[in-house]
């Protein structure tokens, strides 16, 4: 029965709870009271149940990032796609089955700015007596980067999108929802990785950050990346990593073979390309090393241990995130193929950045460029969500009274995407989304805009994995640059950053029928409207439709 897979229950109890970080105490939203919320553990092939129960005032729904869903899209949590919002009083219960995966995930709420506060880890193990493709680790530990304000995040975006300005900053990023030492009133919060020499650990990295990119590096060790978005990649050494809002990167940390007589400082701080205001600041937390015999008093207390501190790249250094990026491959081996789309059935183009539109307050300016609002778009559309869930409108025939679909599979009116931009930045707005026939082959390049400033931006896409077979800086061009794509061992994730000033190509296979989101993961942009969705039709077989609704969906 070794091979058998189990089903696991977790209940998720959604209450408020009092948290004090840089001396602040504010009532945040939780899952049972933790914050990081609790950590998911099952192995591939397992069946996941998990009861949501909302004890709160806001609408809540979850997200599980990163699992593929297959069939399952009622399960996949972003409100007003797949599901209406879990209402306070009620509750709903997350049914599905992990395919094919294994890895780091992570879950988070997927509605307003919820998710500051509600996320946690998804730890998907190996069926029982497969190894890792890599040395197995001693201990395994999840960090997950997280961002805090000092204020309510939900009173930021409202302000926000109220004024058309851009947000007020975080006041800190977290480690494991502590902000470490280099913060003031944080001494005592600072996360704390107690290693012993000679061993290896496996660090589940998980940037759950709401707006911002990070860098991230140990004082005097090397990491070895293993794995990124639950799928292996070729083992490299990197003294720093980056990773994007949604990202996971799993980590070997090799400790030193004898005591070191040191303690050395983790630090993680942003990326930052665009032109708005960002927390620029750094997380700290601390490698300490068991002394070899705690008896002998050999060793200086840790306190007076020699500190050291990692240097990170520079802010907005892009070359650094280039050659990062560039040395993702997949394993591609006879264990784990890289299932590449060799051949393309069709093709989109989309541009993805900033706009504006008209101020909505009569007689007064807004805060947005020239007195308009911030907006996002992509392909000029920027995203209306919807009063009803859009999979349910698919689902049920009532689609032509929620969305259209006649998303522009390229820009309306093409111009030099990241030259000077053009003199009008309004955006349209609509709730337009793709329809794919079952198992189409799709090519997606994503085109980043100097419209209010080139950006990187991580776009993620739910329900699917997707191969990043290209990359490249300023305008994409279709004569050149499909020559030099890898179809190879490219990189196969579900969260990828479109570079600044530059453009991205994915591939995918389009064979989970269902409603899937695709939105850049920093959170604002997605609340400016940088988000679409695809619709992907049933297959002919019984196995490749959607399964039908579960009774206790919750409706708007």
Not at 167 to 187: E, I, M, R
């Amino acid at each position: 029965h070794a091979l058998a897979s189990i089903t696991r229950h977790y209940k998720f109890e959604i209450k408020q709870q009092n948290v004090t970080r840089l001396c602040h105490t504010k009532s945040i939203v939780t899952v049972n009271g933790q914050f990081p919320g609790p950590r998911i553990v099952a192995r591939e092939g397992d069946r996941l149940l998990i009861k949501v129960v909302n004890h709160v005032q806001h609408n809540i729904s979850i997200h599980w990032h990163g699992i593929r869903q297959l069939r399952t899209g009622w399960a996949d949590g972003p409100a007003y796609v797949t599901q209406c919002p879990i209402q306070t009083g009620n509750s709903y219960v997350y049914n599905f089955t992990i395919v094919g995966q294994r890895g780091t995930l992570w879950w988070h709420a997927h509605i307003s700015w919820l998710r500051s506060t509600l996320h946690g880890p998804i730890v998907i193990l190996p069926k029982l007596g497969v190894p890792y493709p890599f040395t197995k680790p001693y201990k395994e530990v999840p960090i997950i980067f997280g961002e805090w304000w000092n204020a309510d995040p939900e009173a930021v975006i409202k302000q926000a999108l109220q004024t058309g300005g851009g947000p007020n900053v975080s006041d800190a990023y977290t480690f494991n929802g502590l902000p470490g030492p280099l913060y003031n009133c944080s001494a005592k919060d600072a996360f704390k990785l107690k290693v012993k020499s000679g061993k290896t650990y496996l660090l589940r990295l998980i940037n759950a950050a709401l707006n911002d990119e990070l860098f991230f590096s140990i004082a005097n060790h090397t990491l070895k990346v293993v794995d990124a978005d639950a799928v292996y990649v070729k083992p490299f050494e990197t003294d720093t990593i980056l990773i994007t809002p949604g990202q996971t990167t799993n980590v070997l940390l090799k400790t030193k073979p004898h005591f070191p007589n040191a303690t050395f400082f983790m630090t993680a701080r942003p990326y930052v390309t665009g032109l708005g205001t960002f927390d620029n600041s750094t997380v700290a937390g601390i490698l300490e090393y068991e002394s070899p015999s705690k008896t002998l008093h050999s060793t200086l207390p840790m306190k007076k241990l020699p500190l050291f501190k990692p240097i990170l790249p520079a802010l907005n250094d892009t070359s650094f995130a280039t050659k990062f990026s560039k040395k993702l491959r997949s394993l591609a081996n006879a264990q784990f193929p890289a299932n590449v789309p060799q051949k393309v059935d069709k093709h989109f183009f989309f541009t993805v950045g900033l706009g504006t539109n008209p101020c909505n307050k009569h007689n007064q300016t807004c805060q947005g460029p020239n007195g308009t609002m911030f907006a996002a778009s992509v392909n000029n559309v920027s995203f209306v969500m919807p009063t009803t869930a859009l999979l349910q409108a698919h689902f049920s025939g009532q689609s032509n009274r929620v969305y259209s679909s006649n998303f522009p599979s390229s820009p309306v009116i093409p111009f030099n995407y990241t030259g000077t931009p053009p003199n009008n930045t309004m955006v349209s707005n609509g709730t337009k989304l793709v329809v794919l026939p079952f198992n189409t082959s799709v090519e997606l390049i994503m085109q980043d805009t100097s419209i209010l400033g080139a950006e990187s931006h991580p776009l993620h896409l739910h329900g699917y994995n997707f191969f990043v077979v290209g990359q490249g800086f300023g305008n994409f061009d279709q004569n050149k640059d499909p020559a030099n794509f890898n179809l190879v061992d490219p990189v196969e994730r579900n969260t990828v950053g479109v570079p600044s000033g530059g453009w991205v190509a994915i591939r995918f296979l389009a064979d989970n029928p269902g409603v899937w989101f695709m939105h850049c993961h920093l959170e604002i942009h997605t609340s400016w409207g940088l988000k679409m969705a695809w619709v992907v039709l049933d297959g002919k077989l019984p196995n490749q439709k959607l399964l039908p609704p579960p009774a206790d969906l919750p409706t708007c």
